[in-house]
């Protein structure tokens, strides 16, 4: 007999469908499977026969072969157990043929026979129903997160008892068997809210607010330097929190990585806009994806969120200089001998650092950092990183009578939406172009986007010979300019916008 | 001519120090004798150490040619060597207690004439001894007043160069060889001493710098001096030692007096306490000095007589119509919105949140930074870092 069953392999965060084919046809008694199979995928025949044995289901002297086919894929993780072993049972004739059609598969089979959760749900399903895929049998633990996807059914199942009562029965005993997951809902308005933190909360720093909230309406790279405690993370951690609400297709990619990492942990969509913040003693593959195994890094898991780089002068140079790429492209490619990885990373990067070794830089008093000590630790960090920081800003220690005297301002929902506003602006201006925002408007096309008016060209150039600046920063001024003009919901910009930006030009210029 | 290769020859032992030099000198005045004297002579005036390298260094070198190859492939590369023998051996260095044997000098040496000051202090120096120490140096270089000092990070070399920039003579004496610029950074500084003054030392060309050369160093920098200012040093410094030092060579101490909660003037703010001279501002700290050296008669050519006989000789006339003052910034022609907020910046850098708070939250962050930039574009403020800001 022979059969085929659906299932699905990720390629990075995307998917294809795989087709599980068995036959079982008289012979010497065996079991081979090929397929392109990683070990995981191999070790799944003891599995599903030790799975088949304890439930009491068994297993004729035949001549099994299973084939996972398109053949030169390579088969990873452990989501082809339920599939295979749905292949033989039909194969076996344990139920009718042709009722596991066009359902596809996926799950871990314990030697108990329970299914456990697997890795990849989402984009899996995403990709199969594109295709026309309609019902999915998947672990209960991943049930939530497959049925986001509209117009498709998804079963979460916990037995391969249930599995095989499922197929046994008629079409309309199933739905009581295995019912379908619900739909989850979409996210609100509520729903997308930053992640419980607000800026409300920041007492002071109101420079450093500022720049925060520059950033996140250009989506500009930020560095915020200040002495420990002065409130770097506690604004990092709610720059989600103003930037838009993710849309839909947002959310789906987001949560895809998080499915594919294993990160999910039974949630059905991810709503919020991801922060991660690595210690800087994470190793580059933990940072940019990989592993035998590849999965998605730290900066994918930033997908259309914040990464943010706390101490940044301790991380390795070499890991720093790996940012450079998926700065540049917003997406990780990792090479392995089976082939390329492709896995998204449109971040905004934030990072913080000390002034100095001690922290209490340009404070005389109290730092005692020599000024060769003050370059070395400044030094640390990588030009061409530093090249992608448009923004710079400092921050003083808060002493603690303020903290209880001053208002916080603005909230988080307030400066959400001037951010709103200012990139509906940007939507407009870049319609039809490769860019999105003005943080990532190329040198070359400075001057199509943010063009100034003659006197301000030169009030610019008069500025940089006064203030000794390097024309390397300029570009990214203007750019930074040009966010400030739109926060300000005005389409020239002008010279206070422009002085603006000066005062938050990027770190090198101070370390020179 | 003869003479001076001995003279540099003794110079370049590692181990002798300018005591034993002296002392060697004193029993022979002429250092060729050393080549023949007795070794129970020597004996008798060096510690054991001493004696030998002495007794090492006399083996290797039998003929005087040796040292004239030395001293002229010196001379090639614009090294200059000046023994105490020698007439234009700076006069200040004789006075102090066991004088160099010899200098090493690239550009000139000090002449013997301008009154010359040391402004010391420390290498990690706050904006406020920035701003002096550029000040000071100006003003002294605008008065032909010669600046020495050790080429250092901070407030010596921002002194000398603010010398050379006011067009004065500037002379810095290194713990390190003359062909050697340390620290790198100062390059620039360092070419511009050999153009308009002078680098001096007492160490071989080719010696690189270390710790241990900088308190003989600083003795050379107060013995080139009629005066040392103290612009900023914390109490565990290494310019107090200059200062130990230039006691002991009877050399005026004028300190730079401090708010006593900086950390950067408790040195200063200590040495008042124990008596040193205040100095208030450039104007009237030359003035005493200029008083001082007539009563020791270290410019006996003060005096009407002389005066008139040497006339345009020597001495430069120097105008004296400049009356120093410290607010010299009043800000008569600037912006008027911009002049509440530059008084609220001070030499201590400021944080803007600082400044703002100040002004009674009259500004947001953003409009009070604008502001700022403003003043630091017509050059009333510095940006020291991206969020603090200070008069200049």
Redesign the interface.
Known sequence: MYSTILSGALLGVNACLVQVEVDAASGLPAMSMVGSLSGEVRESRERVWAAMKNMGLEIPPKHITVNLSPADLKKEGTAYDLPIVVGMLEALGYFPAGKARDILFLGELGLNGEIRQVRGVLPIVREAAKIGVREFIVPKENAGEGAVIPDVKVRGAATMGEVLGFLMADAAERGAILPAQDAAGWPTAEGAEGPGYDFAEVK????A??AAKIAAAGFHNLLM?GTPGAGKSMIAKRIPGILPPLTLEESLEVTSVYSVAGNLDGKSLLTKRPFQAPHHTISMPALMGGGVVPRPGVISLAHRGVLFLDELAEFPRVVLDGLRQPLEDRRIQIARVGGNLIYPSDFMLVCAMN?CPCGF????????????QIRRYTGKISGPILDRIDL?????AVDVSSLHRESGGETSAQIRSQVERARKMQEERFQGTEYRFNGDVKAADIDRFCPLEKEDRRFME??YA??GLSARSYHRVRKVARTIADLAGEDRIHR?HL??A???RP?QE?WK | MEERYYHQWLQNMKNLTARYAQKLLQRFPEPRELLDAPENWLEEILPPAQFRELLERRREVRTVYGMQEEYERLMEKGIRFVSCHEKTYPRRLLEIPDPPVGLYYRGSLPGRDALSVAVIGS?????YGVYIARELGAFLGRRGVDVVSGMA?GIDGISQQAALEAGGASYGVLGSGVDICY?A?NRSLYDSLIDRGGILSTYSPGTPAAGRNFPARNRIVSGLTDALVVVEARVKSGTLITVDMALEQGREVYVVPGRV????SDGCNRLLKQGAGVFLDPESFLEELEELAFLKKIKPERSDEEKNEEGESGRKHWPTAEVFSWSRNTPRDMEEELVPVWEQLDLT?K????I?GALGGRY???EL??L???L??T?RAK??????FCRL
């Open positions: 002071g720093q109101e420079m607010k500022r330097i002034p830089y340009p404070d005389r008093g109290r730092c005692r950092c020599t000024e060769p710079c800003t400092e921050l003083q008069e500025t006064k203030m206070e002085l603006e000066v005062l938050f770190a101070y | 290498r990690e120096c706050s904006e990070r620290p950074s909660t900086d950390r950067l850098p944080s803007l949140e600082e703002g947001s962050a953003a930074g604008v700022l930039l403003r630091v574009m050059g940006q020291i870092s991206a969020g603090h």
